[in-house]
């Protein structure tokens, strides 16, 4: 009879299941399937998190040492020695790249009669790539934090800026999609009173020092 070949057929089928069903030869290599994408992309972030962390604290220890060496000068500082301790913030970025590192000092003083109204006598900038500086005397408007100052009175600000590529991110976008990356803006702003106590003024090499802010 016709039906024989095909209870036959359901009969095989169900026993050709059952046997898959019990069979857990394997089960482990698909598990591990699954999981092993997301076990790499946590390793993956934990190693980036832990070097993004490390340099933002070097970012940090920059800004602080910069500000605290340069608060230290009596009354005065020259633009060599400037240079000098800025141009210690690439050898703290190490083993880091120092490249994306910028720095900008300032020396900003407030006004006799308000301690609101405040401008900066003296600026420098400092670029990690080829370590270059410039600095210039200025008698600009520099808004403080308030409650900073009070009447008479001055701060070293340090500015610090790092454009952070990630690594393994980064080598990533550029071999699978040919962009060049992403890279995050770490920053910290330092602020220092000097240790003299009043206005410091930036010399030239020449030795001619900057003007004291007009208000």
């Known amino acids: 009879m016709p039906s024989c070949p095909i209870r036959r057929l359901a009969v095989r089928t169900r026993r050709l299941l059952a ?10 290599a698909i598990e591990f399937a699954l999981v092993a994408p997301l076990m790499a992309a946590m390793f993956v972030g934990a190693v980036e998190m832990s070097q993004a962390v490390t340099v933002d604290r ?6 602080g040492s910069t500000a605290d060496l340069i608060a230290r000068a009596d009354k005065s500082i020259l633009q060599s020695e400037i240079a000098d301790i800025m141009r210690v913030g690439s050898y703290i970025m190490k083993p880091y790249s120092a490249n994306p590192i910028k720095i900008v000092v300032r020396n900003v003083t407030s006004s006799s009669a308000n301690a609101s109204t405040t401008k900066q006598s003296w600026t420098c900038s400092y670029n990690g790539t080829g370590g270059t ?14 409650n900073l100052v009070t009447t008479n009175d001055s701060v070293v600000v340090a500015e610090v800026t790092y454009d952070y590529v990630p690594l393994v991110f980064n080598y990533i976008m550029k071999n699978t999609w040919g962009g060049g990356g992403a890279s995050y803006r770490l920053s910290e ?24 802010p007009t208000f």
Do not use: E, H
């Not at 046997?19 to 482990?28: E, F, H, I, N, R």
């Open 19 to 28: 046997t898959w069903k019990a069979d857990t030869s394997g089960v482990a």
């Open 58 to 63: 070097r970012v940090t220890q920059i800004a």
């Open 133 to 146: 500086q410039t600095c210039q005397c200025t008698n600009t408007t520099f808004t403080l934090p308030a």
């Open 189 to 212: 702003t330092v602020y220092m009173k000097p240790r003299s106590q009043r206005a410091m003024l930036m010399q030239a090499d020449d030795k001619t020092p900057c003007p004291d």
